[in-house]
């Protein structure tokens, strides 16, 4: 669907960047890639103008490289620091379950319950996309009810270099119904208020997901090897 442009519009600036950002989570631009500036305004029918403005703000993500004479290309990570940055993003994430069960209101585990139950229909109808926007709030506001600006802005810097990763993980069917299977344990243990219980399972559901996507990035360089044979 094509993005009408207003003059003077924050929010289509705004719906620029989150279209563009989408696109990179989805995989539907491609990690190396070049991001055109004529052709993206052509297909979302507006100016460069916001489009840059996303560009900008998908490089201080860290979704997008500003490469001198190249452009702006698509982050395409190393195996290395794809292991690295999980092993971060699961302690940050242990930490929020372990606060989030001390902490969380009874508003935010009915949103919670609210939320999971969304994302459950989308698994039931295999909605990818929509399941991954479900889920990635589901994890904002596990680490919101912890209580910490800190650690919130810290996961937020961090996860944004994998995001797109961890939308990969779920296309594997079996590793997909496990990872539903984490999130209804999730809220079971921010229900008891079990800190320690919800540290483990949310730390365990960030290294399965490392395993998965580390497993998927091998078998695409052995591919990829074999082809250029």
């Known amino acids: 669907m094509k993005v009408i442009e207003q003059p003077h519009s924050q929010n289509l600036h705004e719906a620029i960047f989150q279209k563009l950002r989408l696109l990179l989570v989805e995989g539907k631009i491609i990690p190396g890639s070049k991001l055109n500036e004529r052709e993206l305004a052509e297909s979302l029918n507006v100016s460069r103008t916001p489009i840059r403005e996303a560009i900008r703000r998908l490089a201080a ?7 001198a004479n190249r452009g702006a290309i698509a982050v395409q990570l190393r195996l ?26 009874d508003t ?10 969304e994302m459950m229909a989308s698994y039931a ?5 929509t399941y991954y926007k479900l889920n990635l709030r ?13 650690l919130t802005q810290l996961f937020s810097q961090v996860n944004a270099r994998i995001e797109a990763l961890r ?9 997909w119904e496990k990872a539903v299977e ?15 219980r919800m540290r483990k399972i949310m730390i365990q559901h960030v290294h399965n997901k490392r395993d998965v996507v580390v497993q998927l990035l091998k078998a695409e360089a052995t591919t990829t090897a074999e082809a250029v044979k």
């Open 61 to 67: 993500d860290g979704l997008v490289e500003l490469i």
């Open 80 to 105: 290395e620091d794809v292991i690295n940055t999980f092993n971060v993003i699961a302690d940050l994430e242990g930490f929020s379950g372990e606060l989030a069960a001390n902490n969380i209101s």
């Open 108 to 117: 935010a585990l009915s949103e919670l319950e609210a939320l999971q139950y």
């Open 125 to 129: 109808r295999r909605d990818l996309s």
């Open 138 to 150: 589901i994890h904002h506001l596990i680490n919101q009810a912890a209580n910490n600006p800190v």
């Open 167 to 175: 939308f990969r993980s779920n296309q594997d069917g079996v590793k």
């Open 182 to 196: 984490e999130h209804q344990e999730m809220l079971d243990a921010l229900k008891a208020r079990d800190s320690a």
